[in-house]
């Protein structure tokens, strides 16, 4: 449960917000903090248990995947992947890589070759998601078409068009050199 109050000063210290200098402190802040803060108030049982809830598909479950998403913390994204890794059913795989994608950052990068791997084609075209998702903010161009350039070959002819399809948006882009 949360704490009814929050003790702002350990907060920033925990987070290394606040910089002592020569003429006393500097204090960072903006969207990324409050994210980061919001991540660490309400602690790692929340983020797991919106995980789990978000792929029960329940009412409700699209709050929280739009919380997951817009905070994207790295608890979540790792259970995402660890359910991929143990689900009993393709569904929750699939379902697992789905959501990853909507939280991925640039470590989820790693993770591509086993999700690639996969023997669902619904999970591989997920992974073209997590590449399409991430070139867009924090992957560079050539390296996202360098990551897509294997499965131009998936046995699977959809994945193969999908990852076509990808490859061409991304060279399509005005900043594509």
């Known amino acids: 449960m949360m704490a009814d109050r929050v003790d702002w000063h350990s907060l920033a210290e925990?987070?290394?917000?606040?910089?002592?200098?020569?003429?006393?402190?500097?204090?960072?802040?903006?969207?990324?903090?409050?994210?980061?803060?919001?991540?660490?108030?309400?602690?790692?049982?929340?983020?797991?248990?919106?995980?789990?809830?978000?792929?029960?598909?329940?009412?409700?479950?699209?709050?929280?995947?739009?919380?997951?998403?817009?905070?994207?913390?790295?608890?979540?994204?790792?259970?995402c992947m660890e359910i991929f890794r143990s689900a009993h059913t393709d569904q929750r795989a699939a379902d697992a890589v789905y959501l990853?994608?909507?939280?991925?950052?640039?470590?989820?990068?790693?993770?591509?070759?086993?999700?690639?791997a996969s023997r669902l084609p619904i999970v591989r075209n997920y992974g073209l998601r997590i590449i399409d998702q991430l070139w867009m903010s924090d992957l560079e161009a050539d390296e996202a078409v360098k990551l897509i350039e294997p499965i131009l070959a998936d046995e699977d002819p959809l994945v193969a068009e999908n990852a076509k399809k990808l490859i061409a948006d991304i060279q399509d882009e005005p900043d594509y050199t």
């Open 14 to 79: 925990t987070l290394g917000t606040i910089k002592r200098t020569e003429n006393g402190k500097s204090e960072s802040g903006g969207s990324r903090v409050a994210a980061r803060a919001l991540i660490h108030i309400l602690g790692n049982k929340f983020f797991l248990d919106a995980v789990d809830y978000t792929l029960s598909w329940s009412d409700g479950s699209e709050a929280s995947r739009s919380v997951l998403q817009f905070l994207k913390p790295k608890v979540a994204v790792d259970q």
């Open 100 to 116: 990853l994608s909507d939280l991925a950052d640039m470590d989820a990068v790693k993770w591509l070759d086993e999700i690639f």
